[in-house]
Nanobody, 125 residues
């Protein structure tokens, strides 16, 4: 299986910034590649929504609500994806979860997607 561990959440005032990180590891061996890495969020009482994702070629996609404020990036050597969040708003408050699809290790290709447990981001007004 593949494990995703997020970090970097916390409490920040509106207008502030936070940087989230998500590191991937596999029990079946070293990760060779991950096709798509993404960040999703779920606010209280709402459905989970896509924030941004980035593919192995560096192509990115953002939710309209975060365009121009958030930046997703990845370090393939570290199997890590980042989410730089700026100009944060109270409506950005949510649990942010990392997602990985198309993970290849030395011995296994995982067709299913994997999720981290999430990290809470709270933006105060």
């Amino acid at each position: 299986q593949v494990q995703l561990v997020e970090s970097g959440g916390g409490l920040v005032q509106a207008g502030g910034s936070l940087r989230l990180s998500c590191a991937a590891s596999a029990v079946s061996g070293s990760i060779i590649s991950i096709n798509v890495l993404g960040w999703y969020r779920q606010a209280p009482g709402k459905q989970r929504e896509l924030v941004a994702h980035i593919d192995s070629g560096g192509i990115t996609n953002y939710a309209d609500s975060v365009k121009g404020r958030f930046t997703i990036s990845r370090d393939n050597a570290k199997n890590t994806v980042y989410l730089q969040m700026s100009s944060l708003k109270p409506e950005d408050t949510a649990v942010y979860s990392c997602n990985a699809r198309g993970v290849r290790t030395m011995g296994v290709y995982y067709g299913q997607e994997f999720w981290g447990k999430g990290t809470l981001v709270t933006v105060s007004s």
